[in-house]
């Protein structure tokens, strides 16, 4: 049980969780409403494999940074609640699942699928070269609500992009809120992130535009698949959301940035799939 418990906290299951509303609304948009039980089922099991591997793989390449940072050396595999080697079959697990499940979905989504793990792998070392981590850390993320609708439609739609962007955007703009409580140590050991670059108050700006672009991207979306009035007004509650974490994340005040990043956000995503499908049944 100790075992189950560790590996259910390495995961962050939860935090999985709060990312599918946005894979399901790309389905929801290929089918014009709820897909079948089966394209449901095999893109909710995708994006777990892909997700839970991403998330090891990340793990063990950042073992020795996380073993080195007081707030993290207590996380499950630092502190050695769960060994390397059983972290790395867990990933090679995951990943048979990503594979699985995309093939039972087209073979579209099959071929692509070793493209999204190379974006996975290669987002882990980023933070050892460039500030860009975070942006490219939530392209990486977009890629989810695209390769839904094609799990769904069976071809690539230009219009995702904006998608994938409204994805991109709002994962990276919490990132960067997130990372700011690491700013010295990043500093100190020589790593790459937009709050070391730009300290608390650049990174927040940062952050700010990132999710005022989410809200554009979002409405932009909105105007190239014909949604109206129903999918605007969740838009709107969305930003109101990402407007009370920027009220409660400030410099200086990070007391609630777990909240704010993982907590809140939850409720960005589940608001805007929603109030899409609202919008598409009426």
Same mark, same amino acid.
């Given at each position: 049980?100790?075992?189950?418990? =560790?590996?259910?906290?390495?995961?962050?299951?939860?935090?999985?969780?709060?990312?599918?509303?946005?894979?399901?609304? &790309? =389905?929801?948009?290929?089918?014009?409403?709820?897909?079948?039980?089966?394209?449901?089922?095999?893109? !909710? =099991?995708?994006?777990?494999?892909?997700?839970?591997?991403?998330?090891?793989?990340?793990?063990?390449?950042?073992?020795?940074?996380? *073993?080195?940072?007081?707030?993290?050396?207590?996380?499950?595999?630092?502190?050695? *609640?769960?060994?390397?080697?059983?972290?790395?079959?867990?990933?090679?697990?995951?990943?048979?699942?990503?594979?699985?499940?995309?093939?039972?979905?087209?073979?579209?989504?099959?071929?692509?699928?070793?493209?999204?793990?190379?974006?996975?792998?290669?987002?882990?070392?980023? *933070?050892?070269?460039?500030?860009?981590?975070?942006?490219?850390?939530?392209?990486?993320?977009?890629?989810?609500?695209?390769?839904?609708?094609?799990?769904?439609? &069976? +071809?690539?739609?230009?219009?995702?992009?904006?998608?994938?962007?409204?994805?991109? !955007?709002?994962?990276?703009?919490?990132?960067?809120?997130?990372?700011?409580?690491?700013?010295?140590?990043?500093?100190?050991?020589?790593?790459?992130?937009?709050?070391?670059?730009?300290?608390?108050?650049?990174?927040?700006?940062?952050?700010?535009?990132?999710?005022?672009? !989410?809200?554009?991207?979002?409405?932009?979306?909105?105007?190239?698949?014909?949604?109206?009035?129903?999918?605007? =007004?969740?838009?709107?509650?969305?930003?109101?959301?990402?407007?009370?974490?920027?009220?409660?994340?400030?410099? +200086?005040?990070?007391?609630?940035?777990?909240?704010?990043?993982? &907590?809140?956000?939850?409720?960005?995503?589940?608001?805007?799939?929603?109030?899409?499908?609202?919008?598409?049944?009426?």
């Amino acid at each position: 049980m100790t075992k189950i418990k =560790a590996f259910f906290s390495l995961i962050d299951i939860e935090h999985t969780l709060f990312g599918l509303p946005f894979a399901y609304l &790309g =389905a929801c948009l290929a089918a014009w409403g709820i897909p079948s039980g089966h394209d449901i089922l095999w893109i !909710t =099991a995708a994006m777990i494999g892909a997700r839970t591997a991403a998330l090891c793989l990340n793990r063990l390449i950042d073992y020795h940074i996380d *073993k080195a940072n007081p707030r993290t050396s207590g996380w499950v595999l630092p502190s050695g *609640k769960l060994s390397r080697k059983v972290v790395g079959f867990i990933a090679f697990l995951f990943l048979l699942l990503l594979f699985f499940s995309a093939a039972q979905l087209n073979s579209l989504c099959l071929k692509l699928a070793p493209l999204a793990v190379i974006c996975l792998y290669f987002y882990s070392f980023t *933070k050892r070269f460039t500030w860009w981590c975070h942006l490219i850390l939530g392209a990486v993320i977009g890629l989810g609500p695209i390769g839904s609708y094609i799990g769904v439609a &069976g +071809g690539i739609d230009v219009r995702t992009l904006l998608l994938g962007i409204t994805v991109a !955007t709002w994962i990276a703009g919490f990132d960067i809120m997130y990372a700011c409580q690491d700013i010295e140590f990043d500093r100190v050991n020589g790593l790459y992130s937009i709050p070391a670059r730009f300290g608390e108050k650049g990174a927040l700006r940062f952050s700010l535009v990132l999710h005022i672009l !989410t809200i554009v991207s979002l409405i932009c979306a909105g105007e190239v698949f014909t949604l109206s009035w129903w999918y605007y =007004a969740g838009v709107i509650i969305a930003a109101l959301v990402l407007a009370v974490e920027h009220r409660i994340v400030r410099p +200086g005040e990070f007391s609630r940035v777990n909240f704010a990043s993982f &907590g809140l956000n939850r409720y960005v995503s589940l608001i805007i799939l929603i109030a899409a499908l609202i919008d598409m049944r009426f």
